[in-house]
């Protein structure tokens, strides 16, 4: 299994932003132009970019297309993105403007029967289950639409279909760790990968420093996703490539 760090850019109203815990009322914004900070993660030599439509999230339409057209071209990054993905005309859009990967997780969790269309339909390494969850009575529950409304289904149960159907990339966020800069969730994950072996998961969610992303990756995770911490300069991107 290759092990992967995708630096992450959240787009809002056309700027890089970050969002503390998913509460779209806290947000910090972080530059106005997206495209450049693409191009300087790229000359720091990622190969991947997570790209990700606030507005979209918790609105539907993704709006992003032309930004990742041009992401595609000017860059080497290969990128994997989402946010509104709402029918597979979407999903088509994306890949046609150059997404290596599209992103699903509102529909995933309302309508997992037509994701799981889509994993047969184009291939299970093009589409990446994003499951954000919040422990809640020490349940994992799956909020949705930006993290702004509940849902009825588990982490777990829905994970089982996913698997069944043959998932193999997962993104999954601890939604209190979101933006916190407390870490990852490793117990999270380390049990997600016990209960769920072929599943190639990707930790998002709280990282601070380097020691934090290689704990993750000598767990025996995927990959990590790096937002907060590459914005405001605690962790410098060559340095957390080099894990």
């Known amino acids: 299994m290759n092990w992967t760090i995708y630096p992450a850019i959240d787009v809002r109203g056309g700027r890089v932003v970050r969002l503390a815990q ?9 530059g106005e132009d997206p495209l450049a900070l693409a ?12 790209l990700v439509d606030l507005d979209a999230a918790r ?36 890949f046609e403007a150059g997404a290596a990967r599209v992103v699903i997780g509102t529909l995933a969790v309302r309508q997992p029967g037509r994701v799981i269309g889509w994993l047969k339909e184009f291939g299970a390494e093009r589409i990446v289950v994003a499951l954000d969850t919040r422990l809640e009575g020490g349940r994992w529950c799956l909020p949705v639409r ?6 009825v289904a588990s982490l777990d149960e829905l994970l089982m279909r996913f698997r069944d159907a043959g998932l193999r990339h997962l993104l999954c966020t601890d939604i209190a760790r979101d933006g916190m800069l407390a870490g990852f969730n490793l117990e999270l994950y380390e049990g997600l990968q016990r209960r769920f072996p072929g599943i190639e998961l990707q930790a998002s969610g709280g990282v601070s420093d380097v020691a934090q992303i290689a704990r993750a990756r000598e767990a025996g995770l995927a990959g990590a996703v790096l937002g907060r911490a590459l914005l405001e300069g605690r962790i410098a991107l060559p340095e957390a490539l080099a894990c």
């Open 22 to 30: 998913g509460d779209y009322s806290r947000e910090t914004v972080h």
């Open 39 to 50: 191009a300087a993660f790229s000359a720091a030599g990622a190969q991947w970019l997570h």
């Open 59 to 94: 609105s539907g339409a993704y709006g992003l297309r032309t930004l990742l057209q041009r992401i595609v071209k000017r860059t080497r990054l290969k990128v994997q993105t989402g946010g509104g993905i709402r029918d597979e005309s979407d999903v088509e859009s994306l």
């Open 146 to 151: 930006g993290w702004t409304e509940a849902s």
